[in-house]
């Protein structure tokens, strides 16, 4: 079976490997990010009768729906699957040396736009008697780490945000699954992290293997190509070279 998927932050890393990977499985995609030429470049790739976009940034509610009215006017696609992926981290410093925007920004692209694309599509889905909500998470949400502050707060929203959909839908036949990569490397995560600092970005995978965007993508279409009676409600994925961290301890010079 084919689905037509809405697919965020899909410009780059694993928003667009995602739409790849489903394209090649036979699905649709829309394709939403801010580059309109990166959508583009996309789009000529999987093919226009694919694959259509939004060039919107993900809080801009009211572009976003005027877009998919317009795309279900034209092409009549509506919306099986909500991969909500985009996502974004910044600064890996103390608490109490972070920058309040930072953390606005994360609380704002992290969980309000993907609890509202959520809220604006779920009625929809009800009424249709089908769905899929997958969530991108991440290990943050789970094991905490020193400077993942904020970060980490967010992403364990959409843990709990998305264990609780499933409470609610269980008798409406939606699915909800929360996707929760370790360390990925082949995307702009750290790049966005520190701002554009490629010696720093380039660090974090230094010496190790990480998850890239192709395994994030196969483990999406994985949970979303399952029969339709069985919910994945969270996948946690980490590379071989990574392990849930020791509790650090500090110990005073004697």
């Known amino acids: 079976m084919s689905f037509v998927v809405f697919i965020t932050g899909a410009s780059s890393g694993f928003g667009a490997e995602i739409a790849r990977t489903l394209v090649n499985h036979g699905d649709k995609v829309i394709i939403l990010a801010r580059r309109k030429d990166k959508l ?33 006017i034209k092409r009549h696609w509506e919306i099986d699957v909500l991969v909500n992926n985009a996502g974004l981290a910044r600064g890996l410093t103390s608490a109490n040396q972070s920058l309040l925007s930072d953390w606005e920004e994360m609380i704002q692209t992290n969980i309000l736009a993907l609890v509202s694309l959520t809220h604006y599509l779920l009625p929809k889905m009800v009424e249709r008697g089908y769905g899929h909500i997958v969530n991108m ?21 959409v843990k709990q945000f998305s264990l609780n959909l499933r409470a609610d839908l269980y008798d409406k036949n939606i699915r909800v699954t929360d996707i929760e990569p370790g360390l990925a490397g082949g995307s702009e995560f750290s790049l966005v992290r520190f701002k554009g600092d490629e010696a720093k970005a380039n660090q974090v995978y230094e010496g190790t293997t990480p998850l890239m965007p192709k395994d994030i993508a196969e483990a999406v279409k994985w949970v979303i190509h399952l029969p339709k009676h069985i919910n994945i409600n969270r996948l946690e994925i980490m590379p071989t070279t990574q392990a849930p961290a020791a509790l650090n301890v500090h110990k005073n010079n004697l």
Do not use: M, W
């Open 40 to 72: 583009q470049s996309l789009q000529e790739e999987l093919g226009v009768q694919n694959c259509a976009f939004i060039a919107a940034d993900v809080n801009d509610n009211k572009t976003i729906a005027l877009a998919l009215e317009d795309i279900y």
């Open 137 to 157: 998470g991440s290990i943050a949400g789970s094991y905490p780490y020193p400077g993942g502050n904020v970060y980490g707060a967010t992403k364990a929203f």
